[in-house]
Every structure is written in structure tokens, then in C-alpha cells.
């Protein structure tokens, strides 16, 4: 499974660090073999060696240049980050990216072979006109985007439920991922309100392939025991093979 932390606008370079690094020794301590990432603010990215990945929570396409308040590959490759979330929803409705801006900004970091996390969510209010209009909603968040591209890391994400404390219910969450899953076959992960209390649950949906998390995730034990459940699910799943 893979676990995912967004610090957002979180932390300074010298909390950043410590969080890693506590991070990084629990899952060394307790054996833990999932996929953790961590996407600190963009001024605490820094090299990292051990199992935890590091990823940036944006950048644009391109190497470098005239691009004030943006960083590039050059920036990037500093500190060895091959992994990006394209598409939060943060970004398409705070900071207004487009989907042809958010599809540029893919295909440049495919064709580099970054690991991607991209993701789609719906806002409340097409939430709240119908399956089938979330449903053509989100497919308009899968246009453009290769689907079959093997780095690639889909997060689903309805932005009513980012730090609000709601969260679908189960069976929505469960019914939505899987029709996620014919759109690709990619890693699907579940973010909004994923905390300590429910994050069991959550990741031992069908078609849940790991979670996406951002306010409980800057408490680094509770962000370490949600590690700690997808192990334990990983584990009982292979003694039932
Ligand atoms: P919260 O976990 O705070 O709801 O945020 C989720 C998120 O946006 C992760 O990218």
C-alpha cells in the first residue's frame, strides 16, 4: 500500500526534517515495507536516504527560467525528488490551474519518469447533483492524462471532504473507487479527513490502494500508526493468499 503525508503550508526546514527523520525510524524499527511519502513545503525539500520518499507538492514544467515563485527540474534534482502531486485540488480551485495546465505539467514530469500522484475530486456541489454528474465530473479530470503511464499514482479526493472532517461514507467510497479503477488501473488512493480513527477502515476497502493525508498526518506518531495499519492489513491480506 502506499501511505501519503501533505504538509501543505506546514513546518519549518528544522521541523520538516525531524518529522522525516522520526518517520523514517519507526518504519526502520517496526519493518514496515509499504510505500511511505512525505510532500513537505516547498522551502523544506532537502535530500533524504532511506525508505521514506520524498515529493514536491508542485513545480512547473520546466528545468528553469523566468518563472517567479515557481521551481523546476533544476531545483528538483538538487536534492534527488523524483516524485510530484499533480493536481490537488488546492491548486486547481485556490491557486486556479487548469486542466491543460495541469496536463502540460504531467506529460513534462512523464516524460522525466517522476512518480506522479495525481488527483481528481469533486467539489460539494457536484457532489450533490448526482452520481452521474460527479461521475462525468471527475472523467474530466482523467482527460488528458495517460492512464496507463507506470509511475503514475491517482488520489481521489473530494474536496468537501479536505479538512473538514467529513469524510463518503464507506460504501461511497468503496463504490467510486472502483469505478475509478476502470478509468486506470494505477494505484487509487483515498484522501480528506483520513485520521488515526478512521484510516483502519479506510484502507481496508476494496480498491483502496493506500491514502492521501493532510491535517492528521502533521501529528507524525498518528501519521506512523496509519503506516503501521496498512502493514498489518498487507500482512493479514497475504496470510489469506
Ligand atoms: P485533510 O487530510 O486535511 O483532509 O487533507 C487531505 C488532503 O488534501 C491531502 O492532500
Known amino acids: 500500500m502506499i501511505i501519503a503525508a501533505n504538509l501543505k503550508t506546514n513546518f519549518t526546514r528544522k521541523e520538516t526534517e525531524k518529522y522525516v527523520n522520526e518517520l523514517e525510524s519507526y518504519i526502520q524499527t517496526k519493518n514496515i515495507t509499504q ?13 533524504h536516504d532511506g525508505k521514506v520518499i520524498i515529493g514536491s507538492q508542485n513545480a512547473y514544467a520546466t528545468q528553469n527560467g523566468a518563472f517567479t515563485g515557481e521551481i523546476g527540474t533544476e531545483q528538483l534534482e538538487e536534492f534527488k525528488i523524483k516524485t510530484i502531486l499533480i493536481g490537488h485540488s488546492e491548486r486547481r480551485h485556490i491557486l486556479g490551474e487548469t486542466q ?5 505539467k504531467f506529460n513534462f514530469y512523464k516524460e522525466l519518469g517522476f ?7 469533486e467539489p460539494l456541489e457536484v457532489r450533490e447533483s448526482g452520481n452521474e454528474k460527479m461521475m462525468e465530473y471527475i472523467s474530466t479530470q482523467y482527460e488528458g492524462i495517460d492512464t496507463n503511464y507506470e509511475n503514475l499514482i491517482i488520489a481521489y479526493e473530494p ?10 461514507t464507506s460504501e461511497d467510497i468503496e463504490s ?4 475509478l479503477k476502470n478509468k486506470s488501473k494505477a494505484p487509487l488512493l483515498y484522501g480528506g479527513s483520513v485520521k488515526v480513527t478512521n484510516a483502519k477502515e479506510v484502507l481496508s476497502l476494496n480498491n483502496v490502494n493506500g491514502i492521501l493525508v493532510g491535517s492528521a498526518a502533521l501529528y507524525v506518531e498518528h501519521f506512523c ?3 503501521n495499519y496498512a502493514q498489518e492489513i498487507e500482512n493479514k491480506n497475504k496470510e489469506n493468499i
Open 35 to 47: 510505500e511511505v511519502l512525505v510532500f513537505p513545503a516547498m522551502s523544506s525539500l532537502d535530500s
Open 115 to 121: 512518480k506522479i500522484v495525481y488527483c481528481v475530486g
Open 225 to 227: 500508526t496509519m503506516c
Open 176 to 179: 467510486i473507487h472502483t469505478d
Open 100 to 104: 491543460e495546465e495541469l496536463v502540460k
Open 159 to 168: 474536496v468537501w471532504a479536505i479538512g473538514t472532517g467529513l469524510t463518503p
